[in-house]
C-alpha cells in the first residue's frame, strides 16, 4: 500500500510541477486542464488497457464507495468552477477556500485508502469479475 502510494505521488509529481508553475503565470486553465486531462487519462486509458489483459477484479466496496467517491470529487470541481452560472460571478475561478476543499476530500480518501488498507479492506466481501 505504501509502495503504491509513493509510485502514485511520483507520477503525479511532474503534473503537480506544471499545474503550480502555470497557475503562477496566470494561465490557470493549463492548471485545470492537466488535473482534469490526467484524471480521464488515468480512469479511462489506463484503466481501459488494464482490461485488454485480464480480466479486472472490481469489488463490492469499490462500486459501493470508491466510484461514488471519485465521481463526487469530480462533481465537487465542476460546483466550484462554475461561479458564473451558480452565483453570476465575472469569472469561473477556483478560490482559496475551494480549494482547500478539494484538499480535504483528497485528504479524507487518502485516509479512507489507508483505513482499507490497514484493515485489510474488503476481505469477506463478495467479488464480481467482468469479462473483457
Known sequence: MIGL????FGTSAPELTVSISSALKGSSDLAIGNVVESNLFNTLVIVGFTALVAP???TRNTLLKEIPLSLLASVILLICASDIWLD???ADI???SEGLLLL???VIFLGYTFSMA?????????TKQFPV
Open 118 to 126: 490497514s484493515s485489510g479492506g474488503d476481505s469477506g466481501a463478495t
Open 88 to 90: 453570476r460571478g465575472e
Open 94 to 96: 477556483l478560490s482559496c
Open 56 to 58: 479486472i477484479v472490481i
Open 104 to 106: 480535504c476530500f483528497f
Open 5 to 8: 502510494t509513493i509510485v502514485a
